[in-house]
């Protein structure tokens, strides 16, 4: 009896895991190299709209369907939660030379999930920039050295990652909500 009831928590335990949002930049000019990320399942992918052209992100084909419908305005987002494993190819349907394709991998065990309290990485980066809380990250915000916004987004998971290969080189100054708290870092971007 208590051999079964073993397995069947750690049955239960190996679907959980600490869900990350991934933020991708969406616009005309960009490249698939840039759009083409790994992810877990259940994980979180937020596009957003880096210039003022109608665009959309629709899959064209693999395990998800999604359509975020015409948005135009810098600034739109469209959020997917991808919860079949897999790879999915998606497109924007006004620019069909603008796409790229989110692989999601099955997770196959319990994660560590003792965060401290905040932390980033690396930093110098060149493409990912993660940030990770013991706690839901609400909202990041990432600004120029100028004190410009640049992007903005509303996340509530424990670990975000900004996608910043679309950024020139220089630092870039970040400001992560975390409930009641506001953590400002500087992240030198190559």
Partial sequence: MKTKLLLIALLGTLGMNAQ?????????????????ITIDEGDTVIWTWMDNLPHTVTSTGGTESFNSGTKTGNGQTFTHVFDAVG?????CGVHPMMQG???????????????IDFKYFPNPTNDVLTLTAAQNIDRVDVYDMNGRL???????NPTVKVYMSAFAAGTYYIKANIGERVENISVVKQ
């Fill in 20 to 36: 990350a949002t991934h933020m991708v930049d969406w616009f005309m000019g960009v490249q698939a190299s840039e759009t083409t």
């Fill in 150 to 156: 640049l992007m903005t987004s509303t996340v509530a």
């Fill in 101 to 115: 394709t989110v692989t999601v991998e099955a997770v196959m065990g319990v994660e560590d999930q003792s965060v």
């Fill in 87 to 91: 790879a999915t190819t998606y497109a």
